[in-house]
């Protein structure tokens, strides 16, 4: 299935979690610095492993940059 | 820290917080933000990938600054609390610049949108730096329902223009409750003094020092700009006059008349010789 990941659509198993989808990613586990909406809801850090994704799903995964 | 800034009962030593948009570099960022001075660094939550190298959070905690993510980019009170829902889970910390803006080309508050913004994250738990307009209604509403700082802007962010109404500033802090905090429209080191010797209990910018010439050289004169505009207001400044008021005291003026007064001949009628009645020096 297909969900959109910052902005660009990827390739996941169905039924795979958010914490499964950073570790493809490449973000370092508990991925420190970094949070995640999904479909413009907060997926609090405690429920990334929980949390299973369907197919378009919209997520946005955020860390900080340089801002006033 | 005998004059500390207190922000929800954290304290500060320096008044100066940095923004940290529009650095050239990471390392130019280092640099300014060492200089500075500062304490606390507003940074904004942005799409990120795992393999960017270096990190602006590696920087600060380097450099050992409070972080205090923004909602920069933020058009309503929805997306606002959502992002600083976001930036809560990022970086662990309930302090947030709240910045809900109007358009694009002014970048000034939406006045709205920012209080509905801000009663919803105090209600959650937030501890709330408003960014608002030199509003003086705003800026106590604001206050009143709990932002732990109000934040007025000088003039439009990143438009260098300093302190455009320094009368409504004046009205701002003569009822404030909570900091004030002089953000955006910094220009140089001047407008910072004058912030802070306005009675300002901060100055947050960001454009000022990372788009200067040379970041770390402006960062210092920043830093010494709002250490000596604190020391200034402190001190208490003397009254603006139309006249000159002398400095030097008028007592004791010699008289250099070049001629003898009027009525103090000797009866002979001749003039009275100076050694006569002063004596020679010596």
């Not at chain 1, 902005?7 to 586990?29: I, K, S």
């Not at chain 2, 020391?231 to 006059?241: M, N, T, V, Y």
Request: charged fraction near 20%; proline fraction near 7%; hydrophobic fraction near 40%.
């Amino acid at each position: 299935m297909t969900v959109i990941v910052n902005g660009r659509p990827a390739d996941v198993d169905p039924g795979q979690t958010v914490a499964g989808l950073l570790a493809g990613l490449g973000h370092p586990p508990g991925g420190p610095g970094i949070a995640v909406a999904l479909n413009g809801e907060v997926v609090p850090r405690s429920a990334w492993s929980t949390t299973h994704l369907d197919d378009n799903d919209r997520l946005e995964v955020l860390g900080a940059s340089q801002g006033g | 820290m005998d004059d500390p800034l207190v922000i929800a009962g954290q304290g500060f030593t320096s008044r100066l917080v940095m923004g940290t948009g529009g650095a050239a570099s990471l390392e130019a960022l280092e640099q300014a933000l060492v200089a500075s001075g500062t304490e606390m660094t507003t940074v904004a939550l942005r799409r990120t990938s795992p393999g960017a190298r270096g990190s602006i959070l590696d920087v600060l905690r380097r450099v050992g600054c409070r972080l205090l993510p923004n909602t920069a980019g933020c058009f309503t009170a929805r997306d606002a609390v959502r992002t600083a829902k976001l930036a809560r889970e990022a970086f662990d910390t309930d302090w947030i610049k709240l910045e809900v803006i109007g358009d694009d080309r002014t970048l000034l508050p939406d006045a709205v949108e920012l209080r509905d913004a801000a009663e919803t994250l105090v209600d959650v738990g937030f501890t709330v730096l408003a960014y608002t307009n030199d509003d003086p209604v705003l800026a106590r509403h604001l206050a009143e329902l709990g932002c732990a700082a109000v934040m007025p802007l000088g003039s439009p962010i990143g438009s260098g223009m300093g302190i455009t109404n320094p009368y409504n500033l004046r009205i701002i802090l003569e009822q404030a409750t909570v900091p004030v905090i002089l953000d955006a429209g910094v220009g140089t080191a001047s407008d910072a003094a004058v912030a802070m010797e306005l009675g300002c209990d901060g100055v947050l910018l960001a454009s000022a020092v990372t788009r200067a010439q040379e970041p770390a050289l402006m960062a210092e004169a920043m830093r010494k700009a709002v250490e000596a505009g604190r020391l200034a207001h402190r001190a208490g400044r003397i009254p603006r006059r139309l006249y000159a008021e002398a400095s030097t005291p008028t007592e004791g003026v010699p008289d250099l008349t070049d001629r003898p007064a009027e009525g103090t001949r000797d009866p002979e009628g001749q003039p009275r010789q100076p050694d006569e009645t002063v004596g020679r020096a010596g």
